[in-house]
């Protein structure tokens, strides 16, 4: 089984490469890493968007035509692992979340498989969602952007 220190590793030398895409199978563990394309023409862009913009379900609103108060206001729950970003808990379920939905400080949002194990993510404030930013099954890697929560 892949210890820590070995997945570590892994994410280093994709990093070191600048691999898109990297896909490690050993002793029965299979571990994909999935970036985003980095390369200037894909993240060129002038004004901030979210990393995942392409499959935002409903995107925050330009800065220039934001009210300031109201966007650094937002709480950004962000992954905190590798894995892939589930909604509900199983595919006929209703999600956890929707956009609009008020939710309280520890209550589930989401949950992220790695290595076959199913990781709650929690709520950090009490609010009201305003984005969800992954769709369902889709890969998430450390420090991706998943809610923004107004507080």
Same mark, same amino acid.
């Given at each position: 089984?892949?210890?820590?220190?070995?997945?570590?590793?892994?994410?280093?030398?994709?990093?070191?490469?600048?691999?898109?895409?990297?896909?490690?199978?050993?002793?029965? =563990?299979?571990?994909? =890493?999935?970036?985003?394309?980095?390369?200037? &023409?894909?993240?060129?862009?002038?004004?901030?968007?979210?990393?995942?913009?392409?499959?935002?379900?409903?995107?925050?609103?330009?800065?220039?035509?934001?009210?300031?108060?109201?966007?650094?206001?937002?709480?950004?729950?962000?992954?905190? =692992?590798?894995?892939? +970003?589930?909604?509900?808990?199983?595919?006929?379920?209703?999600? +956890?979340?929707?956009?609009?939905?008020?939710?309280?400080?520890? &209550?589930?949002?989401?949950?992220?498989?790695?290595?076959?194990?199913?990781?709650? =993510?929690?709520?950090?404030?009490?609010?009201?969602?305003?984005?969800? +930013?992954?769709?369902?099954? &889709?890969?998430?890697?450390?420090?991706?952007?998943? +809610?923004?929560?107004?507080?």
């Amino acid at each position: 089984m892949m210890n820590l220190d070995e997945i570590r590793r892994v994410l280093e030398l994709a990093e070191e490469h600048s691999l898109l895409e990297l896909e490690v199978e050993q002793e029965g =563990i299979r571990l994909r =890493i999935k970036r985003a394309d980095l390369s200037p &023409q894909a993240s060129v862009s002038p004004v901030p968007v979210p990393e995942l913009a392409s499959t935002v379900a409903e995107p925050l609103k330009p800065v220039a035509e934001a009210d300031t108060d109201d966007t650094s206001k937002l709480v950004v729950i962000k992954s905190p =692992i590798v894995g892939t +970003f589930f909604r509900a808990p199983d595919p006929k379920a209703k999600p +956890f979340v929707e956009a609009g939905d008020t939710v309280g400080r520890g &209550q589930v949002l989401c949950i992220i498989e790695a290595m076959k194990l199913m990781n709650e =993510i929690d709520s950090e404030v009490d609010g009201e969602v305003v984005t969800i +930013f992954v769709e369902n099954g &889709q890969p998430v890697q450390y420090g991706d952007q998943l +809610f923004a929560i107004r507080p």
